[in-house]
């Protein structure tokens, strides 16, 4: 069965494909200078002290300690909430321009609703103030996977329209103890595919589903459920968006966005149902949140394959919506070729899969001919696409990275590549009048991957789980992020070019 979440898993397969780069040669130069480039990570994927200082549990506690990581969860992570500091000062010596991180909603409120935590609001304090100190924009995620359990428990979350209210409460608590020094509001990451694992396929928290779609599940409602969690979804990031223009935009000068996870789709062969098939992909993967954003409701195609499945925005919660954003996020890391596959749509039960009615037999061949492809050019292809079907929004790219098994080897070349490529190809894009604003590499560090826990690793520093003192160690990526950083203000014979050698450079500088 072919669904998004697990398309994600076969992502993170290593597949062995031609890497075509974008543009060869480039420097930080060749971006505007107001561009921004960063690294992120998240709360639950790099804090660690999950039982210290008040925090309470997010859903991510529960799941992970119920053994479905593998034993693995984040309880101690990658220590951030001790590290800070350090890893602040390694984000200055690499470079970086930004760091993108999220706040843990159950740490600064954890509860939910309720009082706020002081502990938890000193701890973002303090991470903004050394980010700040240093010239590094913070640009923050109130909501990366992991909303208080409290919350799941009292009234289902994202499941209850009283999400909208909590969620705004939280968010009004950020703004106005963070919001003079955080320029840029995220509400929600990849939003999309946060309810396609949580509510259709179940696997990942809060793990509602039915069968056929998924088995392991104690509760939930995969024809029905993705659909209205995003209807809440959307709801709420408008009422955050909302309180944020009305109340903070003026005097804190901030902007707000959402993110989506976004592939490129392209029709595997050249047939009409084909080409068709994956235009409809990209309305159901990116339309169902960026139509009702721009245009105020959900694409055509999901209004009549889903039917009374598909909750309707009154007039008033349309122009909530509509408009309700100053950037859309994306988080990008390849592409897919589709091909129809219409007779889905005459099963009895329908689940988010099957109502896309594209095919499962392609996406298996693909894999076997190595037609699932990171080649760079699909991200430069992706803005493309916001540029003619959304007016050319402002985007943010707020991950992009390469996946390789976690262990000690430091000459992570092929992940080099990756960003060499795909840098190039925003380049291109930009170069064709995109109007992206930043790139954030994928992951700063060796984290807690929610898919994979600690056997995954994008980071451009490797941590050693084991190691008492979670040393970060910079691997050959690191040390390429940085030289391309570093170079802004370099004449253009300053080009950086990923060349074979590029391991010869001294380790010594970031060792810490
Ligand atoms: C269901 O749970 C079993 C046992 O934990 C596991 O082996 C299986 O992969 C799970 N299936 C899905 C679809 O998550
Ligand atoms: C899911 O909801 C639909 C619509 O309310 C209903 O027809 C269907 O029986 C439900 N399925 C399950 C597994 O509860
Ligand atoms: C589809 O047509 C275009 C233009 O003729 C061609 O470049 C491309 O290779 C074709 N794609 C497939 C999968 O046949
Ligand atoms: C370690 O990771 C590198 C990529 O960083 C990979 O090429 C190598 O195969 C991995 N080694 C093991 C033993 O898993
Ligand atoms: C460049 O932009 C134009 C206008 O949007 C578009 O027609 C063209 O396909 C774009 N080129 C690429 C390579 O994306
Ligand atoms: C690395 O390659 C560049 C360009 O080919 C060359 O100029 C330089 O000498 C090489 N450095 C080392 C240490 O081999």
């Known amino acids: 069965m072919l669904s998004l979440s697990h398309i994600f898993l076969f992502l993170l397969v290593n597949i062995s494909v031609v890497e075509v780069l974008g543009v060869d040669k480039f420097s930080r130069d060749d971006f505007p200078p107001d561009f921004v480039f960063g690294s992120g990570t998240s709360a639950y994927q790099v804090e660690g002290a999950a039982n210290e200082d008040g925090r309470g549990p997010s859903?991510?506690?529960?799941?992970?300690?119920?053994?479905?990581?593998?034993?693995?969860?984040?309880?101690?992570?990658?220590?951030?909430?001790?590290?800070?500091?350090?890893?602040?000062?390694?984000?200055?010596?690499?470079?970086?321009?930004?760091?993108?991180?999220?706040?843990?909603?159950?740490?600064?409120?954890?509860?939910?609703?309720?009082?706020?935590?002081?502990?938890?609001?000193?701890?973002?304090?303090?991470?903004?103030?050394?980010?700040?100190?240093?010239?590094?924009?913070?640009?923050?995620?109130?909501?990366?996977?992991?909303?208080?359990?409290?919350?799941?428990?009292?009234?289902?979350?994202?499941?209850?329209?009283?999400?909208?209210?909590?969620?705004?409460?939280?968010?009004?608590?950020?703004?106005?103890?963070?919001?003079?020094?955080?320029?840029?509001?995220?509400t929600m990451n990849e939003a999309n595919i946060f309810v396609k694992a949580g509510y259709e396929s179940g696997f990942l928290p809060p793990e509602h589903c039915s069968p056929p779609s998924g088995t392991n599940c104690s509760r939930g409602n995969s024809s029905t459920e993705p659909y209205l969690a995003t209807h809440h979804i959307l709801l709420a990031h408008a009422s955050v968006a909302r309180l944020y223009k009305e109340k903070y935009q003026d005097q804190q000068h901030g902007f707000i966005g959402i993110d989506?996870?976004?592939?490129?789709?392209?029709?595997?062969?050249?047939?009409?149902?084909?080409?068709?098939?994956?235009?409809?992909?990209?309305?159901?993967?990116?339309?169902?949140?960026?139509?009702?954003?721009?245009?105020?409701?959900?694409?055509?195609?999901?209004?009549?394959?889903?039917?009374?499945?598909?909750?309707?925005?009154?007039?008033?919660?349309?122009?909530?919506?509509?408009?309700?954003?100053?950037?859309?996020?994306?988080?990008?890391?390849?592409?897919?070729?589709?091909?129809?596959?219409?007779?889905?749509?005459?099963?009895?039960?329908?689940d988010l899969d099957a109502d896309m009615a594209i095919g499962l037999t392609a996406i298996q061949n693909d894999i076997s001919v190595n037609k699932f492809s990171i080649e760079p050019w699909g991200l430069q292809e992706l803005l493309e696409y916001f540029k003619?079907?959304?007016?050319?929004?402002?985007?943010?790219?707020?991950?992009?990275?390469?996946?390789?098994?976690?262990?000690?080897?430091?000459?992570?070349?092929?992940?080099?590549?990756?960003?060499?490529?795909?840098?190039?190809?925003?380049?291109?894009?930009?170069?064709?009048?995109?109007?992206?604003?930043?790139?954030?590499?994928?992951?700063?560090?060796?984290?807690?991957?929610?898919?994979?826990?600690?056997?995954?690793?994008?980071?451009?520093?490797?941590?050693?789980?084991?190691d008492p003192d979670l040393k970060r160690q910079p691997k050959l990526s690191a040390h390429w992020y940085s030289h391309f950083l570093k170079t802004k203000g370099v004449s253009s014979d300053g080009f950086i070019k990923l060349e074979k050698n590029l391991t010869s450079f001294s380790h010594a500088h970031f060792s810490q």
Not at 266 to 271: A, M, Q, R
Not at 390 to 412: A, F, Q, T, V
């Open 388 to 466: 003619q079907a959304y007016g050319n929004p402002p985007i943010y790219i707020h991950e992009n990275g390469k996946r390789s098994l976690h262990n000690s080897s430091l000459e992570d070349e092929p992940r080099v590549n990756y960003l060499h490529g795909h840098i190039g190809a925003l380049l291109n894009a930009l170069r064709n009048g995109s109007n992206t604003r930043g790139y954030f590499q994928w992951s700063f560090l060796d984290l807690f991957e929610l898919l994979g826990g600690y056997e995954s690793s994008y980071g451009l520093y490797y941590i050693d789980m084991d």
């Open 260 to 350: 989506l996870f976004a592939f490129w789709f392209l029709p595997l062969t050249n047939k009409t149902e084909d080409v068709i098939a994956a235009r409809r992909a990209m309305d159901f993967q990116i339309g169902w949140y960026a139509d009702p954003l721009v245009y105020g409701d959900y694409p055509d195609v999901m209004k009549k394959y889903l039917g009374s499945r598909l909750p309707a925005f009154t007039n008033f919660e349309s122009n909530l919506v509509k408009g309700s954003f100053d950037f859309l996020a994306l988080n990008y890391y390849g592409m897919l070729y589709i091909k129809d596959d219409s007779s889905k749509l005459n099963m009895e039960v329908r």
């Open 59 to 186: 859903i991510w506690d529960s799941f992970s300690h119920s053994g479905k990581m593998h034993g693995d969860d984040g309880d101690i992570a990658c220590d951030q909430y001790h590290k800070y500091k350090d890893d602040v000062q390694l984000m200055v010596d690499t470079g970086l321009e930004a760091y993108r991180f999220s706040i843990s909603w159950s740490r600064l409120i954890p509860n939910g609703r309720g009082p706020v935590n002081p502990k938890g609001l000193q701890y973002y304090n303090n991470l903004i103030n050394e980010l700040s100190s240093n010239g590094i924009q913070p640009h923050v995620t109130l909501h990366h996977s992991d909303f208080p359990q409290a919350l799941e428990d009292k009234y289902g979350g994202w499941l209850s329209r009283e999400m909208v209210k909590d969620f705004t409460a939280y968010a009004d608590v950020c703004f106005r103890n963070f919001g003079d020094r955080v320029l840029h509001w995220t």
